[in-house]
């Protein structure tokens, strides 16, 4: 049975949240930063603890497995020297290619390292926080790259120090993407299953895409925040949707969105 | 008010944030995080008085709010909504027992979430949602029920280790001894 102290707490509880509520989106965020800075000291306790242990980790691999590594490491650095070579002379010969048909040059993307340090609590966002901020020259909307060249995801808020990534298969990210094939079928990534965050739907195809498993599938630039030509991840399955009127395709991601430990945020595209 | 409870549920309620935030080995186990704000909220609605229950709900939701995509202050209502239903009733629940404990952590870890949905989609807000969604509620529910009599040990040793017991008021008063013999 409620009593007139419960009335009164369960008053100002519903006064609390109908004042927040209502505060301007820029208010909010702000107030979300601020307190969400609060946390900022345990997630660097945190980042230094992981740190400390992969260093004990490092001090007690035997020195057979380093020497293998070592070895690895050369093999691998040599052949990544011949690809940037040869890569130098693609762009070299892209440049000249672009000067003689009158097209514009095209610029360096300016990537910024960030690590993940915390990830949404809540199981219904698919978001990620990471440890860098506006005072990095971060911006809302930038796209984020998975440490291999993977879209990830964008900025969806960004406050001093840190910055929230809304990622791939989140309902709030959107990317209008293509299918590499001969058509160049358009679609849109959309949202994917509470539970497996490798796959993705593409919607919106025509439906009479020529889809097949395995085309690789990347930003179609139709957009003002994602550039063109950012690697998304594979066509896995086609299925017939809307009564047959358009195509929807399942697509493996490119970038493990579970083991985010370090992302690429493109300042410049 | 016994200020060092208060101060030690709230501390519980940044901690257990800020692992939900920070470690996710459930979450790659199961396929869900489990949320420590509704046992802790059984325990402060059994255990505190209705300011710590509120204050539980309003800082332990805007602190979830702050490091989730959620408009702030959506957590807060479901949060309170489970303390006041507890509390207001109190009385009635055998708060030693196990079982209780578990059966209370079980409602609550349900109901929080999906208060907290549904106030997410009359809002206009469109949250994760799909057969996966069924799987979660049910992680987040048994977590709940299972860490609803940790933090009861847990308080209950951390109470024991901090806070000293009163002194027991002795029933003995000179005036009302009955002298027997002859004086």
Known sequence: MLKRPHYIALGLIVVLTLIISNLSDRTTARLKAGIGSL??????????????????????????????????????????????????????????????FGWQQQTRSKLK???????????????????LGRRDG?????????????????????????SQVVLLGDPNCKVPALVQNDARDNGIIGASGPLDSTFVDMEYL????????????????????????????????????????????????????????EVWVMVEP | MNWINTILILAAAFLAVFWEAAFNGVRHLLGAQIDLLPPLMVYASLSADLVVVA?????????????????????VPPLFLVGLVIHSNRELILREQTFAQFVLG???????????????????????????????????????????????????????????????QSSFRPDREIRRGRS
């Open chain 1, 39 to 100: 946390f900022l000291p345990l997630f660097g306790l945190a980042s230094s603890g992981r740190q400390v242990a992969g260093r004990a980790e490092d001090t007690f691999m035997s020195k057979g497995e380093l020497l293998r590594e070592n070895e690895s490491l050369r093999h691998e650095n040599q052949q990544l020297r011949v690809q940037a070579a040869r890569a130098e002379e693609i762009e070299r010969e892209n440049a000249r290619l672009r000067q003689l």
């Open chain 1, 113 to 131: 390292l960030a690590k993940v340090i915390a990830r949404d609590p809540a199981n219904w966002w698919r978001t990620v926080q990471i440890d």
């Open chain 1, 138 to 162: 971060l911006r809302e909307n930038m796209p984020v790259l998975s440490a291999d060249g993977f879209l990830a995801g964008r900025l969806s808020l960004v406050s001093l120090t840190r």
């Open chain 1, 206 to 261: 025509s439906a009479n895409a020529n889809l097949k498993p395995g085309q690789n599938v990347v930003t179609s630039g139709y957009s003002a925040i994602y550039p063109k030509d950012l690697r998304i991840g594979k066509i896995v399955d086609v299925r017939p949707v809307e009564y047959g009127l358009s195509m929807a395709a399942r697509v493996r991601l490119g970038a493990n969105l579970n083991a985010l430990d």
């Open chain 2, 55 to 75: 204050l539980l709900a309003a800082l332990g939701g805007l602190w979830f709010d702050s490091l989730s995509a959620n408009p702030l202050g959506v957590s």
């Open chain 2, 106 to 168: 079980f409602g609550a870890s349900a109901a929080a979430p999906l208060l907290t949905e549904l106030l997410l989609l009359t809002t206009r807000h469109v949250p994760l949602f799909g057969w996966g969604t069924l799987w979660q509620w049910i992680v987040l529910s048994v977590g709940g029920a299972i860490a609803t009599p940790v933090c009861f040990e847990l308080f209950g040793w951390l109470q024991r280790a901090l806070v000293h017991n009163r002194a027991s």
